[in-house]
């Protein structure tokens, strides 16, 4: 942020020189929209920057220490109020479940913000944690846990829920955004932090079939993006005349295509059209070899009287 504030003024001071001098009446006016857009971008980038770091420390945390300080995270069992945990274990269970059911209404209000959804999926974990102690406890009448353990197959259902709503869509956007990148590589890897985004969904529930999807889709993605590569630069040596490269390069993709996962429908079709190509680029080049032996051959004259 210090650097684009320096950025921004250094462009301020820039501008209002370079329009004063040209003779503007108010050169301050497009000077200070300019260094206002720089600090607007500089900002929107600091906001996904943290929100993604935020989101990858808080899966790192889980996957080294599933027990770790939950301090760390906004979760509902803190949040509740110090009357709340002075009542009976009942009681207090049914105001925080009363208070994880309003953020779950709320995260789904939000739609497909990743966000919300991975919050409400750790309150749920949260919840249900600090249930199982409650429930480890010998003073709880028969009556209380099977209320608390109704509570909990609650919190389940709303923790796979928001689970897989959070995996989807950061899936989508991270998908969205491979697709709108220039650079190949960058594209596979956004498409594979989407992948381990789906991932990480299943090892908590792995017979999910829409997951399972998600990841056959990505995967599909990523295999078309580095045969796509491999095609454009086959059919660039082959429109510049370099056939034996374009052949070698159609090699490479019919190499991809054969490691990466796909559809075998997809795959079979795509690796018949490559090779038709390389059929052609094998003429093509048996014709420009045949032509100068063509030329190069002695003429016979023709007998007089033919």
């Not at 790192?60 to 906004?74: C, G, L, Y």
């Not at 590569?229 to 019919?254: C, M, N, P, Q, S």
């Not at 390389?278 to 190069?296: C, G, H, M, Q, V």
Request: charged share 30%.
């Amino acid at each position: 942020m210090i650097g684009a504030a320096v950025v921004a003024a250094t462009l301020f001071v820039v501008l209002w020189v370079t329009l004063h001098g040209g003779g503007d009446e108010a050169p301050w006016v497009p000077a200070g929209l300019a260094a206002s857009v720089v600090m607007l971008v500089a900002v929107a980038a600091r906001e996904v920057v943290m929100r993604r770091a935020w989101t990858r420390y808080i899966l790192e945390q889980d996957r080294r220490d599933p027990h770790a300080d939950k301090s760390a995270r906004i979760h509902v069992t803190g949040s509740s109020s110090s009357g709340a945990r002075k009542q009976r274990p009942v009681d207090a269970h049914a105001v925080q479940l009363r208070a994880l059911q309003k953020q779950s209404m709320e995260a789904d209000a939000a739609g497909d913000a990743p966000e919300s959804h991975l919050e409400a999926y750790h309150s749920c974990k949260d919840f249900i944690s600090g249930t199982d102690e409650t429930l480890r406890s010998g003073s709880l009448s028969a009556e209380s846990r099977v209320t608390l353990r109704a509570g909990q197959e609650r919190a389940r259902s709303l923790q796979r829920h928001h689970l897989l709503i959070w995996a989807r869509g950061s899936a989508r956007q991270l998908t969205h955004e491979a697709q709108r990148r220039a650079r190949v590589w960058d594209k596979i890897e956004t498409a594979q932090r989407a992948l381990d985004v789906i991932e990480t969904a299943l090892k908590f529930y792995p017979n999910e079939a829409e997951l399972h999807d998600s990841e056959t889709a990505v995967r599909e993605f990523i295999a078309s993006v580095k045969v796509t590569h491999w095609v454009e630069l086959a059919e660039r040596a082959a429109f510049k005349g370099y056939y034996t490269r374009a052949i070698d390069r159609y090699r490479d993709a019919l190499f991809y295509l054969s490691r990466e996962s796909m559809k075998e429908e997809a795959r079979l079709e795509t690796a018949e059209r490559i090779s038709r190509e390389i059929e052609l680029l094998r003429a093509r080049l048996k014709i420009a070899e045949d032509a100068p032996r063509t030329a190069s051959a002695p003429r016979r004259d023709k007998p007089q009287g033919e």
